[in-house]
């Protein structure tokens, strides 16, 4: 008989990963919450084993924490590790930028302002929900137009900490806010066409930054 992680296949290990990071980024497990194993498994038909995988690959990814004889629970955003998210990013994306700016082209240019101009539009019907989806989508794309293959293993290893940051950043906007925080990635396009490395790196950091103050304020995080 193999290990528990042998007996399953690694796609039901990732099928439960995935189920719960997003039930942990859409609120459903609010930060601090506990993580009951079985629990787990009767609410998404499956058995524990599964479940212990994706909790242990849900705490290499930072979503989870795992206490001795506490069992597992959603990590909670703390002025430490917000900071620590933020910087990473900043530092990751401006890298991502430089490597688009490198590898511009027209269609990278459509494509990138086809998910700006939805975010617009989104943000003119107040749909929070939407503009955050957009939102990711719009950085994944930027990740893999950089064409990087460790870069995007590295993110892989980031995905869950940085869609969290990203929706909580988006679900901190008021309604009057939307259209400005969709407007600064048409802004961030238009800046990436025009081939300014330095204009597109402190737009990056900036908008990178501002997310993190709108994350702090609305979770109550001091410095």
């Known amino acids: ?27 459903a497990y609010a930060p601090g919450a506990r993580l009951v194993e079985r ?17 242990a ?8 924490v795992r206490l001795p004889r506490r ?19 900043v530092v990751l994306e401006q890298f991502v930028c430089q490597r688009v ?11 990138l302002m086809r998910l700006a101009r939805r975010m617009t539009a989104a943000a003119e019907r107040e749909s929070t929900k ?9 950085h994944e794309t930027l990740w893999q137009l950089a064409d990087h293959e460790l870069l995007l293993e590295v993110a892989a290893g980031l995905r869950g900490r ?13 309604p009057e806010d939307l259209r400005q925080h969709a407007q600064s990635h048409v802004e961030l396009v238009e800046l990436l066409a025009s081939g300014d490395h ?3 790196a402190a737009a990056m950091r900036r908008h990178i930054l501002l997310g993190a103050e709108r994350v702090a304020r609305a979770e109550g995080i001091g410095s």
């Not at 940085?162 to 008021?174: D, M």
């Open 198 to 200: 330095e204009a597109v």
């Open 57 to 64: 690959r849900l705490a290499e990814e930072g979503l989870v």
């Open 1 to 27: 008989m193999g290990t528990p992680a042998e007996q399953f296949p690694v796609s039901v290990a990732g099928r439960v990963a995935d189920q719960l990071r997003d039930l942990i980024r859409d609120g």
């Open 71 to 89: 069992g597992a629970r959603v990590a909670e955003l703390s002025p430490r590790s917000l900071e620590e998210i933020s910087s990473v990013r």
């Open 130 to 138: 939407t503009v955050g989806e957009l939102d990711v989508r719009f």
């Open 101 to 111: 700016l490198e590898r511009w082209t027209p269609s990278a240019e459509s494509e």
């Open 162 to 174: 940085i869609e969290r940051f990203l929706r909580a950043a988006n679900a901190a906007l008021a």
């Open 39 to 55: 629990a787990i498994a009767r609410e998404l038909g499956t058995s524990h084993i599964p479940v212990r995988e994706a909790l």
